[in-house]
């Protein structure tokens, strides 16, 4: 259980927004407004993926907090406007997890962690107003391309429409990868960008089924990328040459070379 004093540090932290945004406060915290700290909203969240990728306790701690401050000035913001203060927000959290967990906080039994999901879709479906909503509902589109389509493949596999495995997914790859070389002999620039959005799409699906984060793939793969071609710099200038006056042999001579460099995962 949270100790007593978490409350009031976080108490605490709501007087200190409160006194940032009012008479005589900060002058930069007072213009804000929710479009001006949209953009912060969604580095600090990116700043919490990097130090957990670290994985420094410290470094956690200091962007969680950060990206709390967030969800604080945004909520100040509602206050002002009339709309919702702390107190609401947190209440309504509060219910909405007791409510979506009866295996924890009511009589229901439930064994695994599919059936919870399971459970959780099913009672936010029965919260709905109005007409059925989509399985794949509540999936920003203003999401990184990747992270989209990890959640909408998610959100899909929840009710059973799913691949059995990554090496059954796979073989969707390699369709999708025919394609775009079809596209790309009928020299077709709209349906060239469509293929290749399936299959980078295919490509997600056997990240997500082989427990890999996309992004986080996709972000090593830059890394080692960047890592070997300074190499490549690096191994030019000992020649006393530059990358752009080589060929495209030796080029490659010297990034098989820097390749070999690499520690294998």
Same mark, same amino acid.
Do not use: Y
């Given at each position: $259980? ?24 900060? =002058? #930069?915290? /007072? ?7 949209r953009p912060f909203l969604v580095e600090e969240t990116y700043e919490v993926l990097e +130090?957990?990728?670290?994985?420094? =306790? ?19 913001? +509602? /206050? ?8 609401? &927000?947190? %209440?309504? &959290? ?16 439930? !064994? ?7 459970? #959780? ?8 107003? !109005?007409?059925?909503?989509? %399985? ?6 203003? *999401? ?10 998610? @959100? ?6 799913? #691949? ?5 997914? *796979? ?11 079809? %596209?790309?002999?009928? !020299? +077709?620039?709209?349906?060239?960008? +469509? ?14 089924l082989a427990d890999v984060d996309p992004e986080a793939a996709l972000q090593g793969a830059?890394? /080692?990328?960047? @890592?070997?071609?300074? @190499? ?18 030796? $080029?490659?001579?010297? #990034? *098989? ?9």
């Open positions: $259980m949270p100790s007593a004093g978490a409350g009031e540090r976080f108490t605490e932290l709501l007087s200190v927004m409160t006194r940032l945004r009012g008479e005589g406060g900060c =002058p #930069w915290d /007072r213009e804000q407004t929710r479009e001006t700290l +130090a957990l990728d670290l994985a420094d =306790p410290t470094r956690v701690m200091e962007e969680l907090g950060d990206l709390l401050f967030q969800v604080v000035f945004h909520t100040e913001i +509602a /206050r002002e406007r009339g709309e919702f203060a702390m107190e609401d &927000l947190l %209440a309504a &959290l509060v219910d909405k997890m007791v409510r979506r967990h009866p295996h924890v906080f009511g009589d229901r039994l439930l !064994g695994t962690a599919a059936e919870a999901l399971a459970q #959780w879709e099913a009672i936010k479906q029965a919260e709905g107003d !109005g007409p059925r909503r989509s %399985a794949l509902h509540g999936v920003p589109r203003s *999401l990184p391309g990747l992270l989209r389509a990890q959640r909408i493949q998610h @959100r899909a596999s929840r009710v059973g429409f799913d #691949w059995q495995d990554p090496v059954a997914a *796979l073989q969707k790859v390699r369709e999708e990868v025919a394609e775009v070389e079809g %596209a790309l002999r009928d !020299g +077709a620039g709209g349906k060239v960008r +469509a293929e290749l959005g399936d299959l980078l799409f295919a490509v997600v699906n056997v990240a997500r830059v890394d /080692r990328f960047g @890592r070997r071609f300074q @190499r490549m710099e690096d191994a030019a200038d000992d020649t006393g040459r530059e990358l752009r006056v080589m060929t495209l042999e030796e $080029m490659e001579r010297l #990034w *098989l070379e820097a390749k070999s460099q690499e520690p294998h995962p």
